[in-house]
């Protein structure tokens, strides 16, 4: 499996969840430390609604999202 079709692979449970909950967590689960890991950080600090937003759509809807 190529790192291209394995970030556009579905989100587990586990991965939604934490991303409510802690939304970086949540994407590193998903993605492992990427860009996207560092966007997400940078967001939750600022607040953590973007944080989630973010994440959830990162996880959710990972084809409209061109970050690695």
């Excluded at 586990?14 to 939304?23: E, F, H, R, S």
């Excluded at 970086?24 to 990427?34: D, K, Q």
């Amino acid at each position: 499996m190529t790192r291209q079709q394995d970030l556009l692979k579905p989100a587990t449970p586990w991965a939604v969840i934490a991303a409510i909950l802690l939304p970086p967590l949540g994407v590193f689960l998903a993605r492992g430390i990427t860009p996207a890991f560092w966007l997400t950080v940078v967001l939750t600090l600022i607040g953590w609604v973007p944080g989630v937003i973010f994440a959830l759509a990162l996880l959710l809807v990972p084809k409209q999202i061109p970050l690695r």
